[in-house]
């Protein structure tokens, strides 16, 4: 038996282990890039060197002879859905959800207005990011839009020195970028107040431990009674505690980081540097409800933290509403043999680790409904990749990328650099 999973992410990953470990089978690890582990490459921080180091444990998945990565090969484009249905005996969707969410407000599409998702691609070197190098000089104040985890990475970047960078795998033209950044101040603008923001108190404490930068937030905001408002959920019983603390500090440093609680973004007049919110508050029944009046945030550059969204692939059942493709325990609604996991299965969230449970139990769904069968050979899926000219890198070609990225970061005292040009990965993977 053999199964294509599209997506080489941490569930692409985890289901190709579960396969190939539990089950034996043959497993093609496709993904549109030509490195493998998804977010923990492109999204996770990369000032946070544990989480990102889940790489080595992921790696590890391909030393087993089963399973083979095919990277730098994008389903939809390079290979349809369907043939992959004609050559494999399952397959299993892992692509993630790559796209961002509009507020759908005035002044959103101003060039200084960018999605949270875009800049992190910049900042982790993915192949297809947009370079915002410019816009670093440009802005004195940034509004960053949204209270979760990916809004504080983005404060932090932003607010942390180069030399503190510096440790980091940041590509080096990032690295240069952040190093002339003119931003001084990081709001984190949000529409909802402190107990209902979904940071984890780790990632928000960090905030308030980087040298040289105060955070501040308007006591006012704090609810009066902590244990009403966190209403027995200890993650936000210990931000709030956290927040209290920075509420009795001064924002006097050279750089700072803003909190700015019950404001809805209404208007982005980036050319007179504001962001126009409306105020809102708690009324009586708990609902939150516009005050009525607004406020100016001054942003030179806007940076919209609002989510994630998957989207659909051509031949594969997809719910527009929710943005994932539709399963009953992993298993696809509507087309045959086809299997879901991770992102575009749940949804944008959960931590790396969440993405396991997921990957198990579509595997195992898979394998009460099928019988062993044997595909059409892996030579006839390679001989079709070859005939359209995909440079295909497979696992040797990624450990050939590791060695040079090291390599790199070597020459300037990094352990190392990520390297983003597309091309440059291709040629490396390839051994050219
Ligand atoms: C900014 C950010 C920071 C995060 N930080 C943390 C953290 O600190 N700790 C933590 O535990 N979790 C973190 N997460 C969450 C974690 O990254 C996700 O739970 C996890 O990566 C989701 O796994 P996935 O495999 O479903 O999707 P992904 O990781 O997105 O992998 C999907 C893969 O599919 C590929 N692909 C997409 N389309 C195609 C196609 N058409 N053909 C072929 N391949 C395709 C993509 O290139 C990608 O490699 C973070 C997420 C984000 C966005």
């Known amino acids: 038996m053999r199964v294509a999973v599209i997506g080489a992410g941490p569930s692409g990953i985890y289901a190709a282990e579960h396969l190939a470990t539990q089950y034996q089978v043959e497993v093609d690890v496709f993904d549109a890039l030509p490195v493998p582990f998804g977010l923990v490459r492109y999204g996770v921080a990369p000032d946070h060197f544990s989480i990102r180091s ?27 859905p369907s043939e992959l249905q004609n050559h494999y005996d399952a397959i299993v969707y892992t692509y993630g959800a790559s796209l961002d969410r509009e507020l759908g407000i005035p002044g959103e599409n101003h060039p200084m ?18 370079d915002f190098s410019d816009h670093l000089s440009k802005a004195t104040d940034v509004a960053v839009i949204g209270l979760g985890n990916v809004a504080v990475d983005v404060a932090r970047i932003l607010s942390k020195s180069a030399a503190e960078l510096e440790q980091t795998d940041i590509p080096q033209y990032v690295l240069d970028a952040l190093s002339h950044s003119t931003v001084r101040r990081v709001h984190i603008v949000g529409r909802r107040g402190p107990a209902n923001a979904t940071f984890t108190t780790k990632e928000l404490k960090e905030l308030g431990e980087i040298p040289g930068v105060d955070v501040a937030l308007d006591p006012a905001d704090l609810p009066d009674d902590f ?11 210990r931000n709030l505690d956290v927040m209290a603390q920075w509420s009795q500090r001064e924002a006097i440093a050279d ?95 959960g931590i790396i680790g969440t993405n396991k449970k997921d990957a198990v139990a579509s ?70």
């Open 54 to 80: 889940v790489r080595e444990k992921l790696a590890q998945t391909f030393d087993n002879p089963l399973v083979r990565f095919r990277g730098n090969v994008r389903i939809g484009r390079d290979l349809m």
């Open 113 to 130: 207005s960018i999605a949270a998702t875009a800049f992190v691609r910049w900042y982790t070197g993915h192949p297809d990011a947009i």
């Open 227 to 237: 244990a009403h408002a966190s209403a027995g959920n200890k993650v936000v019983a």
């Open 255 to 349: 750089r700072n980081i803003e909190f700015h609680f019950y404001c809805a973004p209404r208007n982005m007049d980036l050319d007179n540097g504001v962001l126009i919110v409306d105020t809102m508050k708690i009324d009586a029944q708990g609902l939150l409800i516009p005050t009525g009046g607004s406020k100016e945030i001054a942003a030179e550059l806007v940076i919209r933290s609002i989510g994630y969204r998957g989207e659909g692939l051509p031949g594969v059942p997809f719910n527009e509403d929710t943005n994932v493709i539709p399963s009953v325990d992993g298993a696809v609604i509507g087309l045959e043999n086809c299997y879901v996991a991770g992102w575009i299965r749940r949804g944008p969230s």
């Open 363 to 432: 595997v195992n769904t898979l394998f009460q409904d099928r019988e062993n069968t044997q595909a059409s050979s892996s030579a006839q899926i390679d001989e079709l990749l070859q005939h359209r000219q995909i440079d295909v890198i497979d696992f040797e070609g990624w450990k050939r990328i590791d060695a040079r990225e090291k390599e790199l970061g070597g020459t300037r005292n990094r352990d190392r650099t990520t390297i983003h040009s597309r091309q440059d990965l291709i040629d490396i993977g390839l051994g050219r």
